[in-house]
């Protein structure tokens, strides 16, 4: 296992389009999250969840914003109407329920023009 | 979650101890005190984390205050791969599960 894969690495689109994120975390973790960080931030928590179940959603997650984890394995996370301001890095992490050790993937670097 | 405080940026030698402090005053009984550090354009890593006894592993140790209300993250012989931006977070691993980030400390080694 390479670590939480996130795909694309970069993507530019314009203000006004939807774009779709897609995260594959750590095959036995069953925790999985996704943060958002812009520069000189720290990552801001945006959504997290168990299995298929998403239990919990930071007010930062507007309704142009929707993840989805169907099968309780890779996560999808998309933007629909982009503006300017989700420009940033979106980052995706797995673990374990019980551990509080959470493992990062690259992220995924949005920019909108 | 309990907040933290850390120094903006510090600077340590090549070779010497790097020793980065993190307050967390408000810290509650089943809190514990972990440690992420981000290279630049990467994603956080996992460092160490502990509760109240002092920890080692293989990448840095961490030393508790007895009243818990401060930690120091020890780099034992810092690198020029170390210099990233350091975060301390307070966390409980039941009930919440997300990590709070706060500005962190940008450590940067220097040959």
């Known amino acids: 296992d390479t670590g939480v894969s996130q795909d694309p690495r970069h993507k530019i689109t314009k203000r006004g389009q939807n774009v779709t994120f897609r995260c594959d975390p750590i095959?036995?973790?069953?925790?999985l999250y996704w943060y958002r960080q812009t520069l000189g931030q720290g990552p801001e928590f945006l959504t997290y969840f168990q299995n298929e179940a998403q239990l919990e959603k930071s007010r930062l997650l507007s309704d142009r914003f929707s993840a989805e984890r169907p099968k309780g394995s890779f996560s999808t996370l998309e933007i629909q109407r982009t503006e300017q301001g989700d420009s940033a890095m979106y980052l995706c992490?797995?673990?374990?329920?019980?551990?509080?050790?959470?493992?990062f993937g690259q992220g995924t670097r949005l920019t909108v023009v | 979650d309990a907040k933290t405080t850390q120094p903006t940026s510090m600077d340590c030698a090549e070779g010497r101890a790097a020793n980065l402090p993190c307050n967390h005053s408000t810290i509650s009984g089943n809190e514990y005190v972990y440690w992420y550090r981000q290279i630049h354009s990467q994603g956080p890593q996992y460092i160490i984390h502990g509760l109240k006894n002092n920890e080692t592993n293989e990448m840095a140790s961490l030393i508790i205050t007895e009243d818990r209300k401060s930690s120091t993250l020890i780099l034992p012989h810092a690198t020029l791969r170390d210099t990233a931006v350091y975060y301390c977070i307070v966390r409980a691993t039941q009930g919440a599960q997300k990590l709070v980030f706060g500005q962190g400390t940008r450590l940067t080694i220097n040959p």
């Open positions: 095959s036995e973790h069953n925790r």
């Open positions: 992490a797995s673990s374990l329920a019980g551990n509080g050790e959470a493992f």
